[in-house]
């Protein structure tokens, strides 16, 4: 019995689009259909530079367009953002938090592509040093890298 269930989940086709490297799935946020966002679309927007210190880098440089740039092409609307990893892990982020601390999703460290095994290719990335208040393990840890699905809330 479980095989032939097994065959006829498998037939069935995913209701959202599967994220495969370099592209993030987007549901929600008022959007008439899932979406991917492919590096691509991510490397055309205006890249943004942030130089901070991470737990896990020391002091770098990180690249990429302000994570405000991306929702507002995907015209997604919302309170709430939801960001998985490829392993599950999962952040929640208020939009004005968003708003506040204007992250990037950062796509290289140190002039150097973010590659898959290397926290990529995508890490959101918050100006840590621009701002005392964020340097503790609670914001270190919403800077969630191996992004692979968004989910935006109303």
Same mark, same amino acid.
């Given at each position: ?18 994220? /495969? ?7 929600? /946020? ?125």
């Amino acid at each position: 019995m479980a095989p032939v269930i097994l065959l006829i989940l498998a037939a069935v086709p995913s209701l959202a689009p599967t994220a /495969g490297a370099g592209e993030i799935a987007v549901s929600g /946020g008022g959007m008439p259909k899932p979406a991917l966002i492919e590096s691509e679309q991510l490397e055309s927007l205006p890249a943004r530079e942030i130089t901070t210190a991470t737990p896990w880098t020391g002091r770098a440089s990180f690249s990429g367009p302000l994570f405000t740039e991306v929702l507002a092409q995907l015209k997604a609307k919302g309170t709430k953002v939801s960001l998985v990893a490829i392993d599950d892990y999962k952040v929640d982020l208020s939009m004005a938090d968003i708003e506040r601390y204007q992250p990037i999703l950062a796509l290289k460290m140190n002039g150097e592509r973010l590659p898959p095994r290397g926290r990529g290719p995508f890490w959101l990335m918050f100006p840590f040093d621009d701002h005392p208040e964020l340097q503790n393990d609670a914001w270190y840890f919403r800077a969630i890298w191996q992004i692979d699905r968004i989910r935006i809330e109303p």
